[in-house]
């Protein structure tokens, strides 16, 4: 059914018109949770290594391999993301490139006889011939045919609560088609000398591709702003003028609905840095310190410390043949060990 593309009176300003958009949304939860732990102290299932920092040995008890990268946070973001991120990722998207209008012109009139309908029933027009240039300038663009029609004021206020209803009845009327985009323009001089006007757009579903939103509320706002300058333009100039200023704009990409692209753009990229964060934040996980690079399981039951007579550094005694901070040669120690090889007495 036809609907407003917006309006605008001499007392009122300007209205534009409405529309409204949905969107759904997916959800999902996360997952993954890991069990590895560490710790200064033994623990349950841990396992010690040993490994050296400013020349001095520590231990550090895990249940897991701390030589090797935790690609268990991998698998966490992956399944994070896949789960969480990706679906509303995906519908932010899908919103956001809705919200983009890619028109084609309409092919409705293409086979048929196109008639353009100027009604000047209040006798006001000046120029008709260029008015009817500007309409078929924009068909010829759009393929969407414009109307114009001029009324007085009494001949819909006693009838219709305003002109936006009286241009509805007209057009499902007289334009059952969809494909027409009617503009009536209303007056009447008050007793005063007020000029008090208005003006409606009136357009047909099959233009909405085509006439969305932004484009109808730019042509009622240059509409309007040209009405009020009645000592530089006649009505039907202003009308004239507002098509070829539109005109050449109309088959562009434009936005359908402005707050909705830029709402869901501005999620779709908090969502894409969310996204990053957690991924960097996963890698910087898995990487291992480097101090535990090259970390050694020791199991020894006694641990015993010694400093090298090189360098002064300190090591744990049957763990090394060699220094691990200067690599100098360990001398030999007497010491017993246990029935598993492990270090329990020096002698």
Request: hydrophobic content about 35%; overall charge neutral.
């Amino acid at each position: 059914m036809p609907h407003s593309s917006g309006g605008s009176s001499h007392s009122g300003g300007s209205h534009h018109s409405s529309s409204s958009s949905s969107s759904s949304r997916s959800s999902g939860g996360s997952g993954g949770g890991s069990s590895r732990r560490s710790s200064s102290q033994p623990f349950a299932g841990s396992k010690r290594y040993l490994y050296y920092k400013d020349s001095k040995p520590y231990f550090v008890y895990s249940n897991y391999d701390i030589r090797k990268k935790n690609l268990s946070m991998i698998a966490s973001w992956i399944i994070t993301f896949v789960m969480f991120f990706l679906p509303f990722l995906a519908g932010t998207a899908y919103c956001t490139f809705d919200a983009i209008n890619f028109p084609e012109k309409i092919q409705y009139f293409k086979n048929k006889k196109v008639e353009y309908v100027i009604e000047d029933n209040l006798g006001i027009f000046e120029n008709e011939k260029n008015l009817k240039r500007s309409m078929k300038d924009f068909y010829k663009e759009t393929g969407i045919v414009p109307a114009v029609i001029t009324v007085s004021n009494e001949t819909w206020n006693n009838d219709y609560s305003n002109l936006e209803a009286y241009a509805y009845d007209v057009s499902v009327n007289r334009f059952p088609d969809e494909a027409h985009w009617l503009i009536i323009y209303s007056e009447s001089i008050k007793d005063n000398g007020f000029n008090d006007w208005y003006c409606e757009g009136m357009q047909g579903d099959r233009t909405d591709p085509v006439i969305t939103g932004p484009r109808g509320d730019e042509f009622t706002d240059s509409l309007y702003k040209r009405l009020l300058q009645r000592d530089k333009y006649s009505v039907d100039e202003a009308i004239a003028e507002t098509f070829d200023q539109l005109t050449p704009k109309m088959m562009k990409v434009g936005l359908k609905n402005t707050a909705q692209f830029y709402v869901f753009l501005f999620m779709t990229v908090l969502l894409l840095a969310g996204s990053a964060l957690t991924l960097g934040w996963s890698i910087h996980k898995t990487k291992v310190p480097e101090i535990y690079k090259n970390a050694q399981p020791c199991d020894l039951t006694a641990v015993y410390q010694e400093p090298c007579n090189y360098c002064g550094g300190v090591f744990i005694i049957g763990m090394h043949t060699e220094c691990p901070h200067c690599g100098a040669a360990i001398p030999a120690h007497h010491y017993m060990k246990d029935a598993n090889g492990n270090v329990v007495q020096i002698m």
